[in-house]
C-alpha cells in the first residue's frame, strides 16, 4: 500500500503532495514501482496536527482519487470521516483504511457497508491532539488485540462482510516506541483475530529513535528506509496481508525475495486469495 498524503503537515512529506498535480504524479510513480492499492489521505495524523475541515478534506482527496481511479489504481482513502469515505467511493476509491476503527465517525460504517467496500479499521484511542496521553497499557498487545475485536465486531453489526475486513495495530497511535517493538514482536498473536493484517511502520518515529545519532538526535524522517524495508522483509515472512509504505520499490523488492525464498507465487496480490478480504475491483 502506497502512501498518499494530500496534506500540508504530514509528519513524513507534509506539503510535498498537496497539489492534485504531484499528488496524481507521485501515486503513477509509486504504481510503475510495484505499489498495489494507494493510500490517499487529506488529514494528517500525526501527534498534535489540528483536524482540517471536512470541506477541506474533500477538495484535497477527492480529485486525486477520481484522476488515479480512472488511470485504473486501485486505491483507498484515508479518512475518519464518513461524508469524506463516501464521495470517495463515489470517486473510485475501493477501501476505506480507517485510522479510528468507526470511533470517530460510528456512521463510516453504515456507508462502508452500503456500498460494499472493503475496510481497514485501526487500534486507536483518541485523536492526534490527546493520543499519546493515552499510551498506557498493561499488556499492550493483549489490550490492542481486544480493542480491536471490538471494533470488528462494531463493523460487522453495521452490515461490513467479514470477507472485506483487515484490521491494523496501529504503531505508533497512542503507543510509546516499547510499545511499537513489542507489538511487532508479538505480531502473530492478532492472527487470533482471524483477519489480515495492515502494518504501517513506514518512517515513525520509532524508528528515528532506534537510528539515533550517538547524541541522540533522531534520524531523519527521510533518512530510515532502510530500517523499515527491514520490517517489511519480517512482515513478508510472518505473512501479514499489506505493508503501508511511503517509498514503493524497496518494500517490493523485498516482498518479491521474500515470496521467492518461501516458493510463493509472487503475482498474488491486493485484498484476495488466501487471508485477504476479498477482492476489491471496481468491476465486480
Given amino acids: 500500500m502506497g502512501v498518499v498524503n494530500v496534506t500540508p503537515d504530514s509528519f513524513s512529506d507534509g506539503g510535498r503532495f498537496l497539489g492534485a498535480d504531484a499528488a496524481v504524479e507521485h501515486g503513477l510513480a509509486m504504481l510503475a514501482e510495484g505499489a498495489d492499492l494507494l493510500d490517499i489521505g487529506g488529514e494528517s495524523t500525526r501527534p498534535g496536527a489540528t483536524r482540517p475541515l471536512a470541506t477541506e478534506e474533500l477538495a484535497r482527496v477527492v480529485p486525486v482519487i477520481t484522476r488515479l481511479a480512472e488511470h485504473g489504481a486501485l486505491v483507498s482513502v484515508d479518512t475518519m470521516r464518513s461524508e469524506v469515505a463516501e464521495a470517495a467511493l463515489d470517486a473510485g476509491a475501493v477501501v476505506v483504511n480507517d485510522v479510528s476503527g468507526g470511533l470517530a465517525d460510528p456512521a463510516i460504517l453504515r456507508v462502508v457497508a452500503e ?31 481486544d480493542e480491536l475485536r471490538r471494533r470488528v465486531d462494531d463493523a460487522l453489526a453495521a452490515g461490513v462482510q467479514p470477507d472485506r475486513l483487515a484490521v491494523d495495530p496501529g504503531l505508533g497511535f497512542a503507543k510509546t516506541a516499547d510499545h511499537n517493538w513489542a507489538l511487532l514482536q508479538r505480531l502473530t498473536e492478532l492472527d487470533a483475530l482471524g483477519l489480515p493484517i495492515l502494518l504501517g511502520s513506514s518512517r515513525k518515529s520509532f524508528l528515528g529513535a532506534l537510528l539515533a545519532a550517538p547524541d541522540g538526535t533522531p534520524r531523519p524522517v ?36 521474500v515470496a521467492r525464498w518461501a516458493d510463493r507465487s509472487v503475482d498474488e496480490r491486493g485484498f484476495g486469495g488466501s487471508g485477504a478480504p476479498g477482492k476489491v475491483g471496481r468491476d465486480e
Fill in 222 to 257: 527521510l533518512d530510515r528506509e532502510d530500517a523499515n524495508v527491514a520490517l517489511t522483509t519480517l512482515a513478508g515472512l510472518l505473512g501479514v496481508w499489506a505493508v503501508r509504505v511511503h517509498e514503493a520499490r524497496a518494500s517490493v523488492d523485498a516482498l518479491k525475495v
Fill in 115 to 145: 456500498r460494499g467496500a472493503a475496510y481497514v479499521a485501526m487500534h486507536w484511542r483518541g485523536h492526534a491532539d490527546s493520543m499519546q496521553q493515552r499510551a498506557s497499557y498493561a499488556d499492550v498487545v493483549g489490550e490492542v488485540c
